[in-house]
């Protein structure tokens, strides 16, 4: 039995203590052991959790901590090239909420690094560790949906009266776009194995210089897709991949149990059928499959350089429709 990846968490966020702070807590090969926060406050629910939790008063007391092996930085988003970067170089394999830089570019020095130390750092992006989009991705390119024509993707929310909430900030990288385009981006790019050729619309509406309502059409090498990404619609999150002998549709994508029930449902010239996902919990596998690569080598399903062809999505976006 191999030891288990004992954790550090910089800061402590809302996401971390109701999410990812749980996720590692439950995991299987993981000890929660460290959070850096000078808040007590903020500390007692990650307490709650774990009673022997070390809490230092800097993320960089916790980066020296040499009983930590990887630390997850779930800070604002123009923090996390800089953090995910020392902690690198405090020699600690790193796990960072997405997205993990604010352009393409910066995400080359972390790669270097990431290399020259043998260390596992990676973006945080939960949903390829989930069997919905294993299963969305296999059903793809196995051909059963014949020739892929066009994907539709949907991913809102609204949080207009947040207005002290990181992503209506702009200093601190916010925008919808950031948040979650990089699901419907991203996941169309994992599922089918293209990168973009084109971005060939985008309509973005723009608020105190966060971008609010994105509607973004892209032309991949044979097939068309259209996004729509709001922080300023009702909740709705949809998948749909069509070709000329079936579709398949994911119904509750990135936010499943939260959302609704992970469901695939496909019509093909193969049938109908749905294939349900009642109990999975991406983030607890995330962290167990994080382990898996550190511990025995097992294969990790996004690299940075998969985060890096995301962001470049993103920066075409912004290039095409102005960043407000």
């Given at each position: 039995?191999?030891?288990p990846?004992?954790?550090g968490i910089?800061?402590a966020?809302?996401?971390?203590s109701e999410?990812?702070g749980?996720?590692?807590?439950?995991?299987?090969n993981?000890?929660?052991?460290?959070?850096a926060?000078?808040?007590?406050a903020?500390a007692?629910p990650?307490?709650a959790?774990?009673p022997r939790?070390?809490v230092?008063?800097?993320?960089d007391a916790?980066?020296?901590?040499p009983?930590?092996d990887?630390?997850y930085?779930?800070?604002?988003?123009?923090?996390?090239v800089e953090?995910?970067?020392?902690?690198?170089e405090?020699?600690k394999?790193v796990?960072?909420?997405?997205p993990?830089a604010?352009?393409?570019?910066?995400?080359?020095a972390?790669?270097?690094l990431?290399d020259?130390?043998?260390l596992?750092?990676?973006?945080a992006y939960?949903?390829?560790h989930?069997p919905?989009w294993?299963?969305?991705?296999e059903?793809?390119q196995s051909?059963e949906l014949?020739?892929l024509t066009?994907?539709?993707?949907v991913f809102?929310y609204?949080n207009a009266?947040d207005?002290?909430?990181?992503?209506?900030?702009p200093?601190?990288?916010?925008g919808g776009?950031?948040d979650?385009?990089?699901?419907?981006?991203?996941?169309?790019r994992?599922?089918t194995g293209?990168?973009p050729?084109e971005?060939?619309?985008a309509?973005l509406t723009f608020?105190?210089?966060?971008?609010?309502?994105a509607?973004?059409a892209?032309r991949?090498d044979?097939?068309?897709?259209?996004?729509v990404?709001?922080?300023?619609?009702?909740p709705?999150?949809?998948m749909?991949?069509m070709?000329?002998?079936?579709?398949?549709r994911?119904?509750?994508?990135?936010?499943?149990i939260?959302?609704?029930e992970?469901?695939?449902?496909?019509?093909s010239n193969q049938?109908e059928r749905?294939e349900?996902?009642?109990s999975?919990w991406?983030?607890k596998?995330?962290v167990?499959n994080?382990?898996?690569?550190i511990?025995v080598?097992?294969?990790?399903?996004?690299s940075?350089?998969?985060?890096?062809g995301t962001?470049?999505m993103?920066?075409?976006?912004f290039?095409?429709g102005?960043r407000g």
């Amino acid at each position: 039995m191999t030891e288990p990846i004992r954790w550090g968490i910089l800061g402590a966020s809302n996401f971390a203590s109701e999410h990812m702070g749980p996720a590692i807590h439950m995991a299987d090969n993981a000890e929660l052991a460290a959070l850096a926060t000078s808040s007590p406050a903020k500390a007692a629910p990650f307490r709650a959790m774990q009673p022997r939790l070390r809490v230092h008063d800097s993320y960089d007391a916790l980066l020296a901590d040499p009983e930590i092996d990887a630390v997850y930085v779930p800070l604002p988003n123009h923090l996390h090239v800089e953090w995910t970067r020392k902690a690198l170089e405090a020699g600690k394999h790193v796990l960072t909420e997405k997205p993990i830089a604010m352009r393409a570019d910066e995400i080359d020095a972390l790669i270097a690094l990431r290399d020259k130390t043998g260390l596992l750092a990676t973006e945080a992006y939960m949903i390829v560790h989930h069997p919905q989009w294993q299963r969305a991705r296999e059903i793809v390119q196995s051909g059963e949906l014949g020739t892929l024509t066009h994907v539709e993707g949907v991913f809102t929310y609204n949080n207009a009266e947040d207005t002290a909430n990181v992503r209506n900030d702009p200093a601190k990288g916010g925008g919808g776009i950031p948040d979650i385009g990089v699901y419907t981006y991203g996941s169309t790019r994992w599922v089918t194995g293209q990168e973009p050729q084109e971005i060939t619309h985008a309509d973005l509406t723009f608020e105190n210089g966060v971008d609010v309502i994105a509607r973004v059409a892209a032309r991949f090498d044979g097939f068309t897709a259209h996004f729509v990404n709001s922080m300023r619609l009702h909740p709705f999150q949809e998948m749909l991949f069509m070709g000329d002998a079936g579709w398949l549709r994911l119904t509750a994508p990135f936010n499943p149990i939260v959302f609704g029930e992970a469901k695939l449902e496909v019509r093909s010239n193969q049938g109908e059928r749905m294939e349900r996902f009642p109990s999975d919990w991406h983030y607890k596998t995330q962290v167990e499959n994080f382990g898996k690569a550190i511990r025995v080598g097992a294969d990790y399903p996004w690299s940075l350089e998969d985060a890096r062809g995301t962001q470049a999505m993103i920066d075409a976006v912004f290039e095409k429709g102005g960043r407000g």
